[in-house]
């Protein structure tokens, strides 16, 4: 079992920058971890994932360029590093783990998620 705890949102302004960090309970150096968002009213979407050694990552078209993903196992830890941010990334962005890979994404463990909120 894995407990995933998001931090790092908050308010910022169009063009800022923005780190997330998902803490697992346990460890995660054999899962593929991602980031999904969701805004009010909308469906939950991939964001970006990274494979269990950091060697693969994938993103969603629409941060490709502006996101990066990266991991520290030694520190049970995935960071979404958000820079350029336009005011249409605002949303509830959750945490997840799973024993897939970076195309299939069929992930097991989800966070709460942490709430980020980009004003223009």
């Known amino acids: 079992q894995v407990q995933l705890v998001e931090s790092g949102g908050g308010l910022v302004q169009a063009g800022d920058s923005l780190r997330l960090s998902c803490v697992a309970s346990g460890r995660i150096s054999s899962y593929t971890m991602g980031w999904f968002r969701q805004a009010p009213g909308k469906e939950r979407d991939f964001v970006a994932a990274?494979?269990?050694?950091?060697?693969?990552?994938n993103y969603a078209d629409s941060v490709k360029g502006r996101f990066t993903i990266s991991r520290d196992n030694a520190k049970n830890t995935v960071y979404l590093q958000m820079d350029s941010l336009k005011p249409e990334d605002t949303a509830v962005y959750s945490c997840?783990?799973?024993?897939?890979?970076?195309?299939?994404?069929?992930?097991?463990?989800w966070g709460q998620g942490t709430q980020v909120t980009v004003s223009s």
């Open positions: 997840s783990a799973g024993k897939t890979n970076v195309r299939d994404r069929a992930f097991e463990y």
């Open positions: 990274i494979s269990w050694s950091g060697g693969g990552t």
